[in-house]
């Protein structure tokens, strides 16, 4: 079905497509059976000839630099923030929509910043960039979760934690943290590789993501607190982060005290949580009762579970939530932005 002949399946790039996330889209493309006339995989020329198959065909991935985004309606772009700087305002001028992964154009005020169960409607247009960006991997589920909160009661404060897996450096972080995790269990206290994450992350946690900013955050914790206020529409939103990275190979968790306006019932938040689009609350305490990266379920679900009423300030809460990066925090997250496109006829 998703090789579509028909005129208005669009054509399609996948720029980045040997990637963590480039092949986590053809991963969708496939299961959710997205429809495109053709499917084009690019990636640098390191990677140009390589043979991926997408439902059931092989194609030979075509190098960036010489490909021509004329022959495409649409393009994803999940190759690193300078290839999208550099390469996605020509495939815009070449014709193409691009909807992108990277941190190159979140914050420009002509390309909108969109979670499709939050700002869907900001995909009624066409967007004056052409490029329409994909949020942090760690904004997304936190902001699926803060619009109904906001909504209802009204937020003052969000403080929030990260646990962030190897698999956000894609396939170098994962293939580190696997050969670190066997080096060290062989040789406890020799040298375990320290490049993609410093230092090493095997049995380790490193309160660092991203580069470290003279405010003394670093940029992915700047990201979470910028994007959840353009995502929601609240520009004094006041959302602090303390990113971490944890020895987990894939899906990040978040520990967030969210304190309110008004008073919280717990019950009410329960309900209201588990009524959202693609949200699991797993609402018992339990071991198991509560989501964690090996155990979740539905990747394709934000998991959420340890809700706790402070009863000291019942005007706040704990929550605990989990949710697949590559997926929902990129790749899941860029398709349903182009389905959400194709259903308004706006591609
Ligand atoms: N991993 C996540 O959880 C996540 C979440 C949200 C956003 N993102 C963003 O998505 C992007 C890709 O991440 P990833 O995790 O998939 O990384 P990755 O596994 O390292 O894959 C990088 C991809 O980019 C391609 N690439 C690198 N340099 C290129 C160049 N100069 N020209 C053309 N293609 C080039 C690589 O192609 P070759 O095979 O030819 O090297 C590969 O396909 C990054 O910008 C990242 O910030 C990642």
């Not at 092949?23 to 969708?28: F, R």
């Not at 992108?100 to 002509?110: I, L, Q, Y």
């Not at 949200?279 to 979740?296: E, L, M, N, S």
Request: aromatic residues 6%; charged residues 20%.
């Amino acid at each position: 079905m998703p090789l579509t002949p028909s005129d208005t399946a669009p054509r399609i790039a996948l720029v980045g497509a040997t990637g963590a996330v480039g092949t986590t889209l053809i991963e969708l493309i496939e299961e959710r059976g997205f429809p495109y006339r053709e499917i084009h995989l690019v990636a640098s020329a390191r990677s140009a000839g390589r043979e991926l198959t997408v439902d059931g065909r092989s194609y030979r991935v075509a190098a960036l630099d010489t490909f021509d985004f004329s022959t495409v309606d649409l393009a994803f772009f999940s190759a690193g923030g300078s290839v999208s700087r550099k390469w996605a305002p020509a495939a815009v001028a070449q014709g193409a929509l691009v909807i992108d992964n990277t941190n190159a154009f979140r914050m420009d005020p002509a390309t909108p910043l969109v979670v499709p169960q939050v700002n869907a409607h900001e995909l009624d247009r066409r967007p004056d960039s052409g490029i329409i960006a994909n949020p942090n991997c760690s904004t997304i589920p936190l902001v699926r979760l803060l619009r109904p909160i906001e909504d209802r009661w009204g937020i003052r404060q969000a403080v929030v934690s990260t646990y962030q897996a190897a698999s956000g450096r894609g396939h170098a972080g994962m293939a580190e943290l696997r050969e670190a995790t066997r080096v060290t269990l062989e040789n406890p206290t020799g040298d375990a590789p320290a490049e993609e994450f410093t230092p090493t992350l095997a049995f380790n946690v490193i309160p660092f993501v991203d580069e470290l900013l003279e405010s003394g955050f670093t940029l992915e914790e700047q990201k979470m607190l910028q994007e959840s206020r353009k995502i929601l529409g609240v520009p004094h939103l006041d959302v602090t982060t303390t990113c971490v990275r944890v020895p987990v190979v894939n899906c990040h968790s978040e520990a967030a005290w969210i304190e309110c306006a008004d008073v919280v019932d717990r019950d009410e938040l329960v309900r209201l949580l588990a009524a959202q689009p693609e949200v699991t609350v797993h609402d018992r305490d339990a071991i198991g009762g509560f989501p964690t990266p090996r155990t979740a379920g539905d990747p394709d679900h934000v998991h959420v579970g340890r809700i706790r009423v402070a009863p000291h300030n019942p005007r706040g809460f704990w929550l605990w939530l989990v949710s697949d990066n590559l997926r929902i925090g990129a790749a899941l997250n860029a398709i349903q932005i182009a389905e959400a496109l194709t259903e308004r006829g706006t591609l």
